[in-house]
């Protein structure tokens, strides 16, 4: 931190002000008393606004270490690093302008000189924030200014670096699948998981053995101790690169309930014949931005082309499908249980279910069938209140899914890429699981976890390096 002007300035102008009080007044006070009482509020004055000084540098300083771990921790994503450094500083410093988008500066951090060098392999981050007289956000002095000082100037610095693991992978991003649990998770063995895929049990996560993983798979509970990966040995990809210790917690789960609320007074009590709301994905409304609304006041049986596109399904009891059912572009609430039958070459895209329980039976492609990573949204959405099943995939494929209920139970050998599921009970993957990643982050209609993102500072997701 620095003055408006030098130290031998302040004892110039104290002088000064001292020779000018001593020869024109006229009191009873002597030389003596009169400067010893000019000093000491000098001196009085000068700790009050030091004081003040130093609380708004380190105010400074706590607020720029915390926007450098958030840069860090987002590092792969340079933009959006930079603006979730600059809106938290903005609720740290009350909007002060201390620290702005120039501010922030991408770089390498080399731990064994302990220098940061611009640009380069970008591994970290460095953060400059200010308060001083050109970017009019100078300290404001109340006693100093008596002696010619109306502000004080302060400047700091903080580098916070991309945690690094074996490997070069990178720390524990989730763009290509997530599987979330707030309890236990595991997963059965001879799984292939290849891309930023995530599996995490906030209170543990154990696998099977065997099975290959590429180099940004990451498990992860709130305790390290809580991770156990068994029967996996590889040289290109150490066990210890796939542990990471952290806290990530459902989203649309705790939603669920309010969801359902809303969905069924817009759709059963206000008995609309259309929609246009922002309840549901846009992938079921017409151009217009409208759907059919089609209710009924018991269970359903859908045959098959009985399921039209742009049409949300409201059904006061269960609805089932026995199979031979192929649709996209629809939506379906049910205040019962939603069953899907098994069949040869069935697939679900672009569809909203919502229910109690849903039940899907095997063999059914959830998604495109081709080109799954030709799309930047996710295409299917299901929501149970309490159950999601989907039975075993025998080599059909679950593409750009969101899933959430309170119970998940996926089944075994799930093939495909770019899911999210969120389960609040223990949960068991089962095994042979085939899934790829397309190396982007799918766009949501609901709000998904933070991926990848710490929740606390005991994380390898970034660290101050400075």
Known sequence: MRRATGQTGLLRKARCQLRRFVWQTDG?????????????????????????????????????DASALVAAAHIS???????????????????????????????????????????GVVNAVRVNASRGDQRGNAISTHFLKFVGFDFLETNVTAIAAA????????????????????????????????GAICIHGQNGVATGGGGTMGPDVRFSAANSNQIQINGYESDDVPVEQLMVERSMRPTILPELDRMRSELWAALWTANPSTYSGDLLPDFVFNADGSANVVRKNESWQFKQDELQ????YVINGDASFPGL????????????????????????????????????????TWGPRVDPCGRDDYSVYLFGTESLSLGGWGGDNVNGVVGAAPNFVPGGAMKGSNVYFESGSSTSLGGGMDITGCDKRF????????????????????????
């Open 28 to 64: 009873a006070g002597t030389a003596t008393s009169l400067f010893a009482i000019v000093g000491t509020l000098m001196i009085g004055g000068l700790a009050v606004d030091q004081a003040n000084g130093w609380r708004v540098n380190t105010q400074l300083q706590v607020a720029a």
């Open 77 to 119: 994503d340079p933009d959006r690093a930079r603006q979730m450094a600059v809106d938290l500083a903005a609720i740290n410093l009350g909007g002060s302008d201390a620290l702005t988008a120039q501010d922030i500066t991408f770089g390498t951090w080399d731990r064994t000189t302990d220098e940061f060098i611009e640009g």
């Open 163 to 194: 945690a690094q693991v074996p490997g070069g992978g990178r720390t524990a991003g989730c763009e290509d699948a997530a599987f979330i649990s707030s309890g236990n998770i595991q997963t059965g063995g001879g799984n292939n998981l290849q």
């Open 309 to 312: 596109p742009n049409t949300i």
């Open 325 to 364: 059912v192929d649709t996209s572009n629809v939506a379906l609430v049910a205040s019962g249980d939603i069953h899907v039958g098994g069949g040869y070459n069935l697939q679900f895209d672009k569809v909203f279910f919502f229910g109690r329980n849903l039940r899907m039976s095997g063999g059914v």
């Open 443 to 466: 766009k949501s209609e609901y709000a998904i976890a933070e991926m990848g993102v710490p929740e606390d500072s005991n994380v390898r997701g970034s660290y101050l390096a400075r």
